[in-house]
């Protein structure tokens, strides 16, 4: 029984064990029929598409883990919010995640910065360089005191 399940590999049943197979499943009833093509050219081929294979289960099971991440990640905000919220308390719940599907940026809560559902500057990964412009107007006087001071 687990030689038919494996069957849905590269070989199929007809083929003697060790010969190049001649056709590729391409779904469940689709597949196609390589039987024309020398052995060498058929092999090269289905090492390519077996390559092909594990590149796209390895990326499968890499989205499945960032989806499987953010879903835990929102469970347990919304389970905290409502708990925080049920006993009384106000909360505002703010999550931003950059990952291969894009960037997802989420608020919860029950008070009104979490109604509006605007993420502040800061929230959002934007750098706030308003204390850098102070920092520097403070020593462009400075600067200018001295300048002026010299004279």
């Known amino acids: 029984m687990a030689d038919k399940k494996e069957s849905k590999?590269?070989?199929?049943?007809?083929?003697?064990?060790?010969?190049?197979?001649?056709?590729?499943?391409?779904?469940?009833?689709?597949?196609?029929?390589?039987?024309?093509?020398?052995?060498?050219?058929?092999r090269a081929l289905l090492t390519d598409y077996a390559k092909g294979a594990l590149d796209v289960?390895?990326?499968?099971?890499?989205?499945?883990?960032?989806?499987?991440?953010?879903r835990s990640t929102l469970g347990t905000l919304g389970e905290?919010?409502?708990?925080?919220?049920?006993?009384?308390?106000?909360?505002?719940?703010?999550?931003?995640?950059?990952s291969q599907f894009g960037r997802t940026e989420v608020i919860m809560g029950n008070t009104d910065a979490a109604t509006a559902g605007k993420l502040s500057r800061s929230q959002t990964g934007e750098r706030d360089w308003t204390p850098y412009y102070v920092i520097a107007g403070i020593v462009a006087l400075i600067v200018i005191a001295i300048a002026l001071g010299g004279r």
């Open 9 to 42: 590999s590269l070989t199929t049943n007809t083929e003697p064990l060790g010969q190049v197979p001649t056709t590729i499943p391409l779904g469940q009833s689709t597949q196609i029929d390589l039987s024309w093509m020398p052995e060498d050219q058929r």
């Open 57 to 70: 289960s390895k990326r499968a099971q890499e989205l499945g883990i960032e989806v499987s991440v953010l």
């Open 80 to 98: 905290t919010t409502k708990q925080v919220a049920q006993d009384g308390n106000s909360v505002t719940l703010t999550h931003v995640q950059n």
